[in-house]
């Protein structure tokens, strides 16, 4: 079947189903392409929320899928490829959390929103990228444990006095970025802010002109008055950057940038989970309910 067919049958499907299409922003383009809706992990499940679809197709890793089904447990959430997982959402475990918070008695935990629902049911409150330090600063606390991302963690303690303990977590992705290959970038291109997001190793991130989320980024090089960008997030993103900046430039940082998790997801993928309806993504309430109240406490603190 080709690309074109595969395009008009999904979206034949979608509707058949009452179903959005998630893509988030590191997906395949002709994968972004199609999407109703494009944009970062959390922001897509809280736009399918809001939908009145009754399936929600999913194209993105499977904390995403599970965050759509905490917000929305009334819909069934399909995620085409159960086997799209995330490395650093795996590098924390409910054990291991439990185990800091018996380390840190009374100490609140700040879990990143790539994490599993079992570990946000473990969490006091969770945080994006975006408003990590939002959700830190609305904190009475002096000191929070801080999970599972240690980049961003070490970003977010830069700009507040508060005690950080940090879970040893990364993303392997965004850790193949290395300072020696930026600093080349910038002398090879003087002209072009260098663009990078926070779950970078901190040595990058000090090289950056402007740090945020993926989000964040769109918004940044939309009004820049720069012709040129060097970016340092997954090679996903360009997509759109290039679409909504037709006469800019966008220079990857490095190849190695390519999340092998958010490439497996195929427009044939996506087509046999709206055929066969399945794979479902659905998390248990005794999870979803404390998991709902570390995301609810979030959503109250404006993003950026």
Known sequence: MSQETLKSDIKSLLRKRNAVLLAHNYMRDEVQEIADITGDSLALSMEAAKTDAD??????????????????????????????????????????LKELKARYPGVPVVTYVNSSAAVKAESDICCTSANALKVVQSMSENEIIFAPDKNLGSYVARFTDKKFHLWEGYCPTHERLRPEVVVELKD?????????????????????????????????????????????????????????????????????????????????????????????????????????????????????
């Open 55 to 96: 399936v929600i197709v999913f194209c993105g890793v499977h904390f995403m899928a599970e965050s759509a089904s905490i917000l929305a447990p009334e819909k069934t959430v399909l995620l085409p490829r159960l086997d799209a997982g995330c490395p650093m959402a795996d590098m924390v475990t409910v054990e291991g």
């Open 188 to 304: 090879q291109h003087p002209d072009a802010p260098f663009v990078c997001h926070p779950e970078c190793n901190p040595a990058v991130v000090a090289l950056a002109d402007h740090v945020c989320s993926t989000t964040g980024m769109y918004d940044y090089c939309k009004k820049s008055s720069a012709k040129r960008f060097i970016i340092g997030t997954e090679a996903g993103i360009l997509w759109r950057l290039k679409r909504e900046n037709p006469d800019k430039e966008f220079i990857l940082a490095s190849p190695a940038l390519i999340c092998p998790n958010m490439k497996l997801t195929s427009l044939e993928d996506v087509h046999e989970a709206l055929v066969n309806m399945r794979p479902v993504v659905k998390v248990p309430e005794e999870t979803r309910v404390p998991a709902k109240r570390a995301l609810d406490r979030m959503l109250a603190i404006p993003r950026d």
